[in-house]
Antibody, heavy 123, light 106 residues
Framework: HLQLQESGPGLVKPSETLSLTCTVS??????????WGWIRQPPGKGLEWIGS???????YYNPPLKTRVTISVDTSKNQFSLKVNSVTAADTAIYYC???????????????WGQGTMVTVSS | SYELTQPPSVSVSPGQTARITCSGD??????VYWYQQKPGQAPVLMIY???ERPSGIPERFSGSSSGTTVTLTISGVQAEDEADYYC??????????FGTGTKVTV
């Protein structure tokens, strides 16, 4: 069955760039049925959608984050990635990658999630 | 920005019924999805398109919709249902939004 796994540094300095990768296993990222997204959760708080990417490279971002976020896809490696520029302490969170259904009855549902990775912004 | 409002907490005794509401102005025109999140774990999809259950989700979980409010109902609550629950929808521009979250205590 399909699984997602986040990877990347757990500590990032303020003003630097946060970079994470999500590796998809057990299935192909190059499916026209799904989008691939990032969602974050600050400690003790709720969920925030960051953005999504389609295997073709089309991207969709949450407007408040749009100027600092880049999501990209590498179909040859079955991976997609997140970059957040100019980070501050407010970007400290658990970052999840997730599959979003793009067609059919479950359209717009985030049906498979990675386990999440904690990223702390601190000097 | 678009917001989905949930009660911060719901307390229920084992075997009773828990109801969690999610309110938002656009909900009459958008579907809602519900997720369960246990401590230290990733969210799990429990309900999609307001009322549908993915395979493997117990029948005691159900969803309903009325106007600007959508409700997740847990019938015959079990201790294992203690968790945070989040609703999710999308606004007219395709931005995905999560609710404020509800902690269910059994």
């Amino acid at each position: 069955h399909l699984q997602l796994q986040e990877s990347g540094p757990g500590l990032v300095k303020p003003s630097e760039t946060l970079s994470l990768t999500c590796t998809v296993s057990g299935g192909s990222i190059s499916s026209d049925y799904f989008y691939w997204g990032w969602i974050r959760q600050p400690p003790g708080k709720g969920l925030e959608w960051i953005g999504s990417v389609y295997y073709s490279g089309n991207t969709y971002y949450n407007p408040p984050l749009k100027t600092r976020v880049t999501i990209s896809v590498d179909t040859s490696k079955n991976q997609f990635s997140l970059k957040v520029n100019s980070v501050t302490a407010a970007d400290t969170a658990i970052y999840y990658c997730a599959r979003r259904v793009g067609r059919g009855d479950m359209t717009d549902a985030f049906d498979i999630w990675g386990q999440g990775t904690m990223v702390t912004v601190s000097s | 920005s678009y917001e989905l409002t949930q009660p911060p907490s719901v307390s229920v005794s084992p075997g009773q019924t828990a109801r969690i509401t999610c309110s938002g102005d656009a909900l009459p025109n958008q579907y809602v999805y519900w997720y369960q999140q246990k401590p230290g774990q990733a969210p799990v999809l429990m309900i999609y398109r307001d009322t549908e259950r993915p395979s493997g989700i117990p029948e005691r979980f159900s969803g309903s919709s009325s106007g600007t409010t959508v409700t997740l109902t847990i019938s015959g609550v079990q201790a294992e249902d203690e968790a945070d629950y989040y609703c999710q929808s999308a606004d007219s521009s395709g931005t995905y939004v999560f609710g404020t979250g509800t902690k269910v205590t059994v």
